[in-house]
């Protein structure tokens, strides 16, 4: 299973506030790309993000995906 990025953000211990902090973004965009929201975040967001969680660009960007993909389904198939 692919990580999406709540699962990268609380493997490493961060709340969302923690992790825009640390990104310099606001919470708000930490929440819309993990519910994937957003359709095409700007790179220097993603590249924050990623910095910040100690990630290659690329993992951010395939955990986006995954959000993305997963967005409107229920939990129970979402988690699979």
């Known amino acids: 299973m692919r990580p999406n990025l709540r699962r990268l953000r609380k493997r490493r211990g961060y709340t969302q506030p923690v992790l825009a902090r640390m990104a310099r973004v606001n919470?708000?965009?930490?929440?819309?790309?993990?519910?994937?929201?957003?359709?095409?975040?700007?790179?220097?967001?993603?590249?924050?993000?990623?910095?910040?969680?100690?990630?290659?660009?690329?993992?951010?960007?395939?955990a986006l995906a995954q959000s993305r993909s997963t967005a409107g389904r229920p939990p129970s198939t979402a988690a699979r």
């Open 27 to 62: 919470q708000t965009t930490i929440s819309t790309l993990e519910r994937g929201k957003v359709a095409d975040p700007k790179h220097s967001t993603i590249k924050r993000i990623a910095r910040a969680l100690g990630v290659p660009i690329d993992t951010l960007t395939a």
